[in-house]
Each structure stands twice: as structure tokens, then as C-alpha cells.
């Protein structure tokens, strides 16, 4: 008997290759299966936790046990569900929590919701994630107007704003 995660073999193939399945993630958080919208809020719940990057793939996906299914991604596979100024956290959908780094923010071409980089060490340039209403309100609510425009305060210090 093979260990679990062991390398595939001839004999035993490893797992299928990744493909999209129907599964898409809107860029306003809400999830389709084939065009038609996902209203059970616990499944919504479960694949917004479950969504992972494969950086060998260069895809998303979906994992809930043993099954990973490539998903779409309209503008960010991850959403920032709250914002800490004092600490600069941002809690994630992914149940994940990373610090913010302002350099990064800018908005979104669809509609002005502010977008960041995480996850920087798995993809250059980061993987996006996409403020949801509270969250961005959190963040508006560290600005400052200045001399030199509206600065965002996080973990004491000013830093420059996107235009918005």
C-alpha cells in the first residue's frame, strides 16, 4: 500500500488535471455553477474558505475534502472582510489574516470597490483581494486629509492613497 501523497505511478495515476467545472466567483463575492446563482449560504461560506491558489497551474480552485475543482475568477479569488489600522490586519475570506501593505491598494475598474495584494511570496505581484463594503469603510475611516491629499493611517504611520 502506497503512503498518501505519494508520487503518482504508472500503476497508480495521480489526480486528474485540473479543468474549470462551472464554478465562478463573481467580483462581487457571489458564486454560479453553469450561470446559475449559489443561494445556500453554507455552501457560499465553504467555498469562499476553501478557495486556494496552485501556483504550478497558475489557477484557482476550489478544495473541500479530496475534491479540488479549477474555478473562474472574475476579478479576485479572496475578499477582505474587515481591516485593523491599529495592527494594519486584514481578515480574509479564506479565514486567512496577513497585514496590509498600502503600496498596494487601488480600485477596482468595475466599481471603485479598493482592491490589494496579498499573498506576495506565492505569485509575483501578489494575489488580489477585493474589500467588501465593511471592510472598505473600515479602511476610509483611517484617511486623513493632508497637505499632500488623503493619507491612509496604518499602525501609526501615513501613507499615500490611490486616486479615488
Known sequence: MSPRGAAPTPDRPG??????????????GTWTHEGVPILNRRLRAA????????PEADVFVVQLGRFRGQIEVE???????SFDPDTGELSLS???????????????PRDGA???AIR?????????????HSAQAELLGA??????GPRLRVRGALHPL???
Open 15 to 28: 489526480p486528474p488535471p485540473l479543468r474549470p467545472f462551472g464554478l465562478r466567483l463573481h467580483h462581487d
Open 47 to 54: 467555498f469562499d474558505r476553501s478557495v486556494r491558489y496552485v
Open 75 to 81: 476579478e479576485a479569488a479572496f475578499f477582505v472582510r
Open 94 to 108: 479564506d479565514r486567512g489574516r496577513e497585514r496590509l501593505d498600502p503600496a498596494t491598494l487601488r480600485v477596482s
Open 114 to 116: 479598493l482592491l490589494c
Open 120 to 132: 506576495r511570496d506565492v505569485r509575483a505581484g501578489g494575489l488580489l483581494a477585493r474589500f467588501i
Open 143 to 148: 484617511v486623513e486629509e493632508g497637505a499632500e
Open 162 to 164: 490611490p486616486p479615488l
